[in-house]
């Protein structure tokens, strides 16, 4: 083979392989934009020390914050009040969606 075709090939096999690495990367779960979007038209109910909780969190990133949170272990009134029987539980347009979602889902649902 001439250099040239294996210096071809070799940047080939290179960039294949940083596109692979790249593609398999993991991805944000959400944009700020969208987490806004439903942390307005919901609330998420959650608790300390609930692992559950902590894989609904997770899904956001660093886009978490964005959402309307309440933590029934610091205030219990406000889950007691709304009938909170587990968490994590969304509260969305007046009902309850028990467990954890997606991002795909809750957009669906609030309309975001």
Known sequence: MKK????TLAIIAVILIISIGYLMMPKSSTTTEIAKCIGQKSVLYT???CHYCK???DLFGESYKELTVVD???DQEKCLAKDIKGTPTWE?????VVGVQTIKNLQDL???
């Open 72 to 74: 029934c272990f610091y």
């Open 55 to 57: 894989t609904q969190e």
């Open 4 to 7: 040239e075709t294996i210096w």
């Open 110 to 112: 609030t309309g975001c």
């Open 47 to 49: 608790q300390l020390g």
């Open 92 to 96: 969305i347009n007046g009902q309850k």
